[in-house]
Nanobody
Framework: QLQLVESGGGLVQPGGSLTLSCTVSGGTLDYPAIGWFRQAPGKEREGISCISKIRNETDYVDSVKGRFSISISRDNAWSTVFLQMDSLNPEDTAVYYC????????????????WGLGTQVTVSG
């Protein structure tokens, strides 16, 4: 059973940076896609970034484009996926989740089969 664990969340001032990590264990996918999602209080879960192996592609929602960057661990084993978040603002406050599926990137949560429990990111100052 594939397991995903997020880490790296916390409290940061506006304009600051955080790097989230998603550690994947318990199995491997031949053609994985790892997505980052976030959910703010009272709002729906939103897909914000994704990286897939099958097309070596990355995807970003407009609200984070140019500020967030997704990458995989240097061993290219897809054991850890990072989300570098810069120029954070209060609107980025949410619980951040990583999720896995096989195949192409998607921003639709229901298309992902495996999920982590999330990590809180709070931007305030």
């Amino acid at each position: 059973q594939l397991q995903l664990v997020e880490s790296g969340g916390g409290l940061v001032q506006p304009g600051g940076s955080l790097t989230l990590s998603c550690t994947v264990s318990g199995g491997t996918l031949d053609y994985p896609a790892i997505g980052w999602f976030r959910q703010a209080p009272g709002k729906e879960r939103e897909g914000i970034s994704c990286i897939s192996k099958i097309r070596n592609e990355t995807d970003y929602v407009d609200s984070v484009k140019g500020r967030f960057s997704i990458s995989i661990s240097r061993d290219n084993a897809w054991s850890t996926v990072f989300l570098q978040m810069d120029s954070l603002n209060p609107e980025d406050t949410a619980v951040y989740y990583c999720a896995a599926r096989m195949g192409l990137c998607s921003r639709t949560p229901s298309r992902y089969n495996w999920w982590g429990l999330g990590t809180q990111v709070t931007v305030s100052g």
